[in-house]
C-alpha cells in the first residue's frame, strides 16, 4: 500500500502565498517523480508542477516564476510554494507520485494519488 498524505491548502488574499506538502507512506522501493496537479470546478485537471529523481522540474506556463516544486527525499515529502497567487489559482490541488515497490522479487509500478487540498484564492 503507498498512501498519500496533502496539506497546507486554504483561503489565500489575491498576492499571498501557501505551501503545499505531500508525504508519502507505504512499501516503497523508489520514487521516480513527484508532482502536483489541480483541477478547477466544471475544468479537466492539469499539471501544475513536477520533479523527477534528478531534480528535472516541469512547470505550468500559468504558474512559472510563481511557484517552486522541492522535495525532501529523506521524508518522501514533496512541496509547493505558491506565491503572488492568483485568483485563477482556485482549485483542488493532487498530489502525485510514480515509482516502484517491489513484491515477492516483483517490481511494481506505483502511480498514487492524494486526496486534494483545497487552495482559494479571493480577496
Known amino acids: 500500500q503507498v498512501q498519500l498524505v496533502e496539506s497546507g491548502g486554504g483561503l489565500v488574499q489575491p498576492g499571498g502565498s501557501l505551501r503545499l506538502s505531500c508525504t508519502a507512506s507505504?512499501?516503497?522501493?523508489?520514487?521516480?517523480?513527484m508532482g502536483w496537479y489541480r483541477q478547477a470546478p466544471g475544468k479537466e485537471r492539469e499539471l501544475v508542477a513536477t520533479l523527477t529523481n534528478d531534480d528535472s522540474a516541469v512547470y505550468a506556463d500559468s504558474v512559472k516564476s510563481r511557484f517552486t516544486i522541492t522535495r525532501d527525499n529523506a521524508k518522501n515529502t514533496v512541496f509547493l510554494q505558491m506565491n503572488s497567487l492568483k485568483p485563477e489559482d482556485t482549485a483542488v490541488y493532487y498530489c502525485?507520485?510514480?515509482?516502484?515497490?517491489?513484491?515477492?522479487?516483483?517490481?511494481?509500478?506505483?502511480?498514487?494519488w492524494g486526496q486534494g487540498t483545497q487552495v482559494t484564492v479571493s480577496s
Open positions: 502525485n507520485i510514480r515509482g516502484a515497490r517491489q513484491a515477492w522479487s516483483v517490481t511494481i509500478p506505483i502511480d498514487s
Open positions: 507505504g512499501s516503497i522501493l523508489r520514487i521516480n517523480l
